[in-house]
């Protein structure tokens, strides 16, 4: 099995920022693509940053928020300023593994990590 680990999350002042980490583990042989995706509640999980082939982000996130990755730790950051209320979400962590077993799945996640941004 593949766990992701998110680890970041806080309460920061509006304008502030946060840099969130998410650790990859267990029956990997290689990952294809890392990234962060968002929600609040009664809302739907929405992209804010993935790093595979390409990088992409969400409107939103353009030039506020910085995606890397370090493959040698199978890791993930997501690196956001000038933090707005309106990013106040629970961050999950997604990734795209090709498992020890051969089989490639897109569907892994963490638990997330809240992120408050007050005014």
């Known amino acids: 099995q593949v766990q992701l680990v998110e680890s970041g999350g806080g309460l920061v002042q509006a304008g502030g920022s946060l840099r969130l980490s998410c650790v990859a583990s267990?029956?990997?042989?290689?990952?294809?693509?890392m990234g962060w995706y968002r929600q609040v509640p009664g809302e739907q999980r929405e992209l804010v940053a993935t790093?595979?082939?390409?990088?992409n982000y969400a409107d939103s996130a353009k030039g506020r928020f910085t995606i890397s990755r370090d493959n040698a730790k199978n890791t993930v950051y997501l690196q956001m300023n000038s933090l707005k209320p309106e990013d106040t979400a629970v961050y999950y962590c997604?990734?795209?593994?090709?498992?020890?077993?051969?089989?490639?799945?897109?569907?892994?996640w963490g638990k997330g990590t809240l992120v408050t941004a007050s005014s």
């Open positions: 790093a595979g082939v390409s990088i």
């Open positions: 267990g029956s990997i042989f290689r990952i294809t693509s």
């Open positions: 997604n990734a795209g593994v090709i498992t020890t077993r051969g089989t490639h799945g897109m569907g892994y």
